[in-house]
Each structure stands twice: as structure tokens, then as C-alpha cells.
């Protein structure tokens, strides 16, 4: 079973920066398509952008033109570059794959961004 870890988190005014990394185990993390979740307080959880295999990538509307998703299968991590953070990007992210079933959900990335 791959096991996942999310680093990189923490306290940042808006229209900061933060890179998120996600380190996973296994041999088999890099054909997964997989993605960078988050969930606010109260909320439930949300995918905000995937990256298959290949490095095709997608976007929520709600973090278009601002978060970048990027993979480095030589080192099983991935990526996320997080520009002009908004209070609303305030959330604990997470990476796994898109697939159904998850993977293990890791314990996460806390990321605040204060006005």
C-alpha cells in the first residue's frame, strides 16, 4: 500500500506563496493520476487539481492561474506551487489519487493565509 506524506504548510498573509510537497511509498505511485485535496474547517473535502502520470494537469475553477500541480516520478513526490493565496485557500490539503478507492489518506498540510 502507498503511503503518503504532505509537507510544506503553514502560515502566510494573502498574495503570498507556498510549495506543497507530497512524498509517496511504492513502486506503483507513479502511474497514478493523482491530485491535491483540502478541507476547511466545516466543509467537506475538495479536489482542487489533478496531474496524470504523464503531467497532463487540471484545475479548479476556484485555484485557475494561481496553483500549479507538478510530479517528479524519479522521486515518487508531487507538487504543489501556490501563488497569490486568498483567506479562502485556508485549509488542511492533502494529496492522493483520483482513483476510487483512495489510498490512505495521509495526516496532512495545514495552510493559512490571513488578510
Known amino acids: 500500500q502507498v503511503q503518503l506524506v504532505e509537507s510544506g504548510g503553514g502560515l502566510v498573509q494573502a498574495g503570498g506563496s507556498l510549495r506543497l510537497s507530497c512524498a509517496g511509498s511504492?513502486?506503483?505511485?507513479?502511474?497514478?493520476?493523482m491530485g491535491w485535496f483540502r478541507q476547511a474547517p466545516g466543509k467537506q473535502r475538495e479536489l482542487v487539481t489533478t496531474?496524470?502520470?504523464?503531467?497532463?494537469?487540471d484545475y479548479a475553477d476556484s485555484v485557475k492561474g494561481r496553483f500549479t500541480i507538478s510530479r517528479d516520478n524519479a522521486k515518487n513526490t508531487i507538487y504543489l506551487q501556490m501563488n497569490s493565496l486568498k483567506p479562502e485557500d485556508t485549509a488542511v490539503y492533502y494529496c492522493?489519487?483520483?482513483?476510487?478507492?483512495?489510498?490512505?489518506w495521509g495526516q496532512g498540510t495545514q495552510v493559512t493565509v490571513s488578510s
Open positions: 496531474i496524470t502520470r504523464d503531467g497532463i494537469t
Open positions: 492522493n489519487q483520483v482513483a476510487s478507492p483512495r489510498l490512505n
Open positions: 511504492g513502486s506503483t505511485f507513479s502511474i497514478r493520476t
